[in-house]
T-cell receptor, first 116, second 113 residues
């Protein structure tokens, strides 16, 4: 396996369900991200983990709960979602240097989530 | 914080023509500008990037130009082919604090045979 792998590719869940999205990166990067992609909207940054520590949470509702057990794995736990949460959820990873040097992100293929 | 605007939202060209997508950014401290291509059913893929110490970068049929004074950068695709049809995103990063990318709203490029 190479790059960034997301599972599942598709998920349909009811508003009362609890599910989790999984992301795994095989690139040796030290930062991982969750983005939400909705139709006709820019990519929305949800969570950032750098060196397994959550660095940023862009005011995401508490029904989304991230978990980063190590630098290669990232989860997004979902519970009591709303239909408007239906979107493509993208995971990405990058190598962030302490010097501030930025490198491009590598994205996974995403999980298409439908909340019914 | 950084704000990135991207135009046009859709672009239709004939095969063989050139395509240009433009982005502007707000934070003068931004120093890294990548471009991503997203095909149907896939995540965005990095196709080219440029840093603020360079004014232009080229890779085969694609090129990116950066005007730091005006705070805008552009993607140029020459000799377009149908397989270039996709959504293209620009992004900007840099400045103070934790480095993260801020994305534009995307341009849907359609190349007709």
């Amino acid at each position: 396996e190479t790059g960034v792998t997301q599972t599942p590719r598709h998920l349909v869940m009811g508003m009362t369900n609890k599910k989790s999205l999984k992301c795994e990166q095989h690139l040796g990067h030290n930062a991982m991200y969750w983005y939400k992609q909705s139709a006709k909207k820019p990519l929305e940054l949800m969570f950032v983990y750098s060196l397994e520590e959550r660095v940023e949470n862009n005011s995401v509702p508490s029904r989304f709960s991230p978990e980063c057990p190590n630098s290669s794995h990232l989860f997004l736990h979902l519970h009591t979602l709303q239909p408007e949460d239906s979107a493509l959820y993208l995971c990405a990873s990058s190598q962030n240097e302490r010097t501030g040097m930025v490198y491009g992100y590598t994205f996974g293929s995403g999980t298409r989530l439908t909340v019914v | 914080g950084e704000n990135v605007e991207q135009h046009p939202s859709t672009l239709s060209v004939q095969e063989g023509d050139s395509a240009v997508i433009k982005c502007t950014y707000s934070d003068s401290a931004s120093n890294y500008f990548p471009w991503y291509k997203q095909e149907l059913g896939k995540g965005p893929q990095l196709i080219i990037d440029i840093r603020s110490n360079v004014g232009e970068k080229k890779d085969q049929r694609i090129a990116v130009t950066l005007n730091k004074t005006a705070k805008h950068f552009s993607l140029h695709i020459t000799e377009t082919q149908p397989e270039d049809s996709a959504v293209y995103f620009c992004a900007a990063s840099g400045g103070e604090g934790f480095q993260k990318l801020v994305f534009g709203t995307g341009t849907r490029l359609l190349v007709s045979p």
